[in-house]
């Protein structure tokens, strides 16, 4: 597996994927946002349609778009706060609208394909700098920012009198996020990143008991199942956003199992 560039390419951006979506989902997940991932990973279509229309990186019309949606959706959520879940509706309805009009000028619906479920075999070397990148930048704010988040994901009010810039780590969290899940789409696959975003957190829950241990879980939880993800998807020629989320799901029923057996 490994003599192949292709695989040793995809098993590097994976595992810093596989560390940097659960980083943001365990703060979406506590904030009661994770449906935004939802929407972005979905919007992120638009980006790569227009990317194979005109001729560039769909990557980077995918990130793009994610982060021009998620602005726009805390903005909606600002202006109409008793409306939050109709705003990340419009803008996935939006950003689907326009993903299913662009996919019928793309070229290679192949191409397009791959984009919805993910493909290991597409990733280069430019992917893996840029997911390099990012990796950089979230492990920072990760770390600089840990205990700021967790006041922001408990009560923005509380962690604003407190001191801390929510706005500005708000915005900051918003960009990642974007970027992040525009990053995700070409190996994970749109209809599976919100998959990777909730599910380690989720099992991690079941038996976590502070928010530092759940953070760690989650993190650990989500490079066993992308690593497990890709290695099933090489050798079984499978999608490999659904080995992805197969793991997952299959993780947090040993998980669930194991509570009742520890509870017994």
Do not use: W
């Amino acid at each position: 597996m490994l003599e192949f560039a292709f695989m040793r390419k995809a098993l590097l951006a994976g595992l810093l994927l596989s560390i940097m979506i659960p980083m943001i989902g365990v703060v979406m997940v506590n904030r009661k946002t994770s449906m935004i991932g939802d929407a972005l990973s979905h919007t992120a279509l638009a980006g790569v349609g227009m990317g194979l229309i005109l001729g560039f990186d769909p990557l980077i019309g995918s990130a793009i778009i994610c982060v021009i949606a998620a602005f726009l959706i805390e903005l909606i959520r600002k202006r109409f706060p008793q409306y939050g879940d109709m705003a990340t509706a419009v803008i996935m309805s939006t950003g689907l609208g326009i993903a299913a009009i662009l996919s019928d000028f793309a070229p290679g619906g192949n191409s397009f394909e791959s984009y919805l479920f993910g493909s290991i075999s597409s990733v280069t070397n430019m992917d893996v700098i840029n997911i390099s990148l990012v990796f950089v930048a979230i492990l920072c704010a990760s770390i600089a920012g840990y205990s700021g988040l967790l006041a922001i994901s408990i009560d923005p009010n509380l962690a604003r009198l407190s001191g801390v810039k929510v706005k500005a780590m708000n915005a900051v969290f918003t960009f990642l996020s974007a970027i992040t899940i525009a990053l995700a789409v070409k190996i994970v696959g749109a209809l599976m990143v919100t998959s990777l975003i909730v599910l380690p957190v989720a099992t991690s829950l079941i038996v976590a008991r502070s928010y530092k241990s759940a953070y760690l879980l989650t993190i650990g939880l989500g490079i066993v199942y992308m690593m497990v993800g890709i290695i099933l998807s090489f050798y079984l020629d499978i999608k490999p956003g659904g080995a992805i989320v197969v793991n997952a799901v299959l993780g947090m029923l040993v998980f669930v199992l194991y509570r009742k057996v520890r509870k017994a």
